[in-house]
């Protein structure tokens, strides 16, 4: 099946301007061309990667969608060390979020002649005057080991701010340049500053790094601190294995983050091979009926003599009723784990077979805690793929990276659908193997 992505314009990052200065950066790059580790930036990534995709387009190579790829440019649109630049970081916590603001600092003053960089605070409620956040300044010295630290020094918020307002901001703080790290709803924002900015004829420039523990946002493979996260979600059910296989009729129930997608669930089930039951958002299930989930998590227990289920908070929705939305206009969840500890416990006492249930919820406890090594080094390189892109003149897009390149993608991309665990695909798949759950609970 072709992918739904249009050819032409979609992929094309918009620019401030020519890049008329010399970048301090061009001593690294030389007369560096595309090769198996490197892609120049006169080269584009393509955006699919089997032959069958590339057959089912039908157009000459050169009309293939593809990316502008991430990395440094021989020549830039902001003359070096004439740069202001903002940095603020949105909506919910994610490891990873000091390592990003650490290294976009340092890249920005070791590298491009930055003196300092304006932090703004507690998200976009930091760019409103009237909330009264003032801003903080970011130098190499003031960021020396955040990365040690989980959250974001900046602090973030959530929820939208008017655009023009922010715009205004930008311009009052002199800045040529606004970093937004945060998830699809803060990149919504940052196109709409984007889009006033254009519309003044402002040459500032918007760079958005996505960040969510959910692995939500489309066309960038992972985001950062979603492995920090799965990682530590999967101690939690490490744990519910050890208790579950202790205790009489032990069933270990885990029920971790993932509002719309079950990747964290995925993830940290399948590091341990400890899960029996995966429940995802994607993945509907019943309760009741011989094929339903509660019959088979009792089969499962009689013959095992314990069972572990890991189930992501947006699983079994349908089965719920839940109102209302958050300040990021998020549909606001009913509790799938304590309803699942309630339905299974009535359940097995109807039964009449012995039950030992252990509710273990991880809750913020996997989104608050500082990097791993691996997502540090991923928040490095996004942060100097960000800078590259801005001191090019690049605005109103997000780096991130795909197929092992990285690549600048245009906001209107990135947020145009949400990162799913496919029913289909082979993640999903490996679930299935692993769990050795039906393939239908119906
Ligand atoms: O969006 C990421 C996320 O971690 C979701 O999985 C979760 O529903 C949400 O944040 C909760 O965040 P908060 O309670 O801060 O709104």
Not at 369 to 378: F, G, L, M, N, R
Not at 413 to 433: F, K, Q
Request: proline share 5%; glycine share 12%.
């Amino acid at each position: 099946m072709t992918t739904t992505v249009a050819l032409g314009t979609d992929l094309k990052v918009s620019n401030l301007g020519e890049c008329r200065f010399d970048s301090p950066l061009a001593k690294y790059i030389g007369g560096r061309r595309t090769n198996e580790h490197y892609v120049d930036e006169d080269d584009r990534v393509l955006f699919d990667d089997t032959i069958s995709l590339v057959r089912e387009r039908a157009v000459p190579v050169d009309r293939l969608p593809s990316f502008e790829p991430g990395g440094p440019r021989r020549q830039v649109f902001f003359a070096p060390g004439t740069a202001r630049v903002g940095v603020v970081t949105c909506g919910g916590l994610c490891p990873g979020l000091n390592d990003v603001i650490r290294g976009l600092v340092l890249e920005l003053c070791t590298h491009y002649g930055v003196g300092e960089v304006t932090g703004f605070r507690y998200g976009y409620a930091g760019l409103v005057p009237g909330n009264g956040h003032r801003v903080t300044r970011l130098t190499p010295d003031k960021v020396d080991k955040i990365n040690e630290q989980g959250g974001t020094i900046l602090g973030t918020s959530r929820g939208a701010q008017d655009p023009e307002v922010m715009a205004d901001t930008l311009v009052e703080h002199g800045i040529d340049i606004l970093f937004v790290i945060g998830g699809d709803g803060s990149m919504r924002g940052a196109a709409g500053i984007a889009q006033v900015l254009t519309r003044r004829g402002l040459p500032i420039g918007v760079i958005g790094i996505p960040k969510t523990i959910d692995n939500d946002i489309p066309y960038i493979g992972q985001s950062f601190g979603f492995q920090t996260s799965f990682t530590v979600a999967a101690q939690s059910i490490q744990a519910a294995r050890v208790e579950a296989q202790s205790a009489i009729g032990g069933v270990g129930l885990v029920r971790v983050m993932g509002r719309h997608s079950g990747f964290i669930a995925c993830y940290a089930a399948l590091a341990n091979h400890d899960a029996d039951f995966v429940l995802i958002p994607e993945v509907p299930f019943a309760l009741d009926g011989d094929g339903g989930f509660l019959a088979c998590l009792r089969r499962r227990v009689t013959d095992r003599g314990s069972a572990v289920v890991v189930v992501a908070e947006g699983a079994g929705q349908e089965l719920l009723t839940s109102s209302g939305s958050d300040a990021s206009g998020n549909a606001a969840l009913a509790d799938v784990g304590v309803f699942m500890k309630e339905r299974i416990t009535s359940d097995f006492e109807a039964a009449g077979q012995p039950l030992t249930l252990k509710y273990i919820d991880p809750g913020y406890a996997i989104r608050s805690v500082p990097a791993q090594a691996s997502d540090s080094v991923y928040c490095v390189r996004l942060a100097q793929a960000a800078v590259h892109a801005a001191m090019a003149g690049r605005t109103d897009m997000v780096v991130g990276r795909r197929h092992n390149r990285f690549i600048h993608v245009p906001i209107s991309l990135a947020v145009s659908m949400r990162n799913r665990v496919a029913p289909d695909g082979d993640l999903w798949l490996s679930i299935l193997e692993s769990t050795a759950q039906p393939f239908e609970m119906r």
